[in-house]
């Protein structure tokens, strides 16, 4: 099984928009392995974003997400880096299809509610960062054949 981090921004907060939000990835059969609300740091976004720091609107999206605490997730299922980024839909959410979550609870590029990781290299950086290893848990999930079938789940 793989693994994935989503970041439930400031946005998704502030808007009381968290539980619909996490619902559609239970609804959809990915497991939550771990979750905390955290305040995030100038010193984590500039090495979380440190890809981003010579685009002109960086400093907007530290402060934004400085915001108000966020909800960070690590999830876990089969070829999860896509599915939850087919759920969660284009990063401009007015570019976004209905029925991503961008799709239909953003209009902006910045302010697009979710981070989630763009692969599994990505994903397992960003896990550290910002989960320590004891935070992500183990459990036996009884209805993991009712969500795939037992061949999908050998990886």
Do not use: W
């Not at 400031?10 to 009381?16: A, E, I, K």
């Not at 939550?32 to 981003?52: A, F, P, R, V």
């Not at 685009?55 to 402060?63: H, V």
Request: glycine share 6%.
């Amino acid at each position: 099984m793989e693994q994935t981090l989503v970041i439930l921004k400031p946005g998704t907060v502030q808007r009381g928009l968290m539980g619909e939000i996490i619902s559609r990835f239970e609804k959809k059969g990915l497991l939550i392995k771990g979750m905390k609300m955290m305040q995030l740091t100038d010193e984590l976004l500039n090495e979380h974003y440190s890809h981003l720091k010579e685009r002109s609107f960086f400093k907007d999206l530290k402060n934004s997400m400085m915001s108000c605490p966020v909800v960070v997730m690590c999830l876990e299922g089969v070829d999860v880096v896509n599915v939850v980024r087919n759920i969660v839909g284009a990063t401009n959410g007015r570019a976004a299809q209905p029925g991503t979550i961008r799709g239909d609870y953003s209009v902006s590029a910045m302010e697009n509610l979710v981070h989630a990781s763009d692969s599994p290299e990505t994903a397992e950086i960003e896990l550290t960062r910002f989960f320590k290893k004891e935070e992500i848990l183990e459990c036996n999930h009884k209805l993991l054949l009712n969500i795939y079938a037992a061949y999908e789940m050998v990886v």
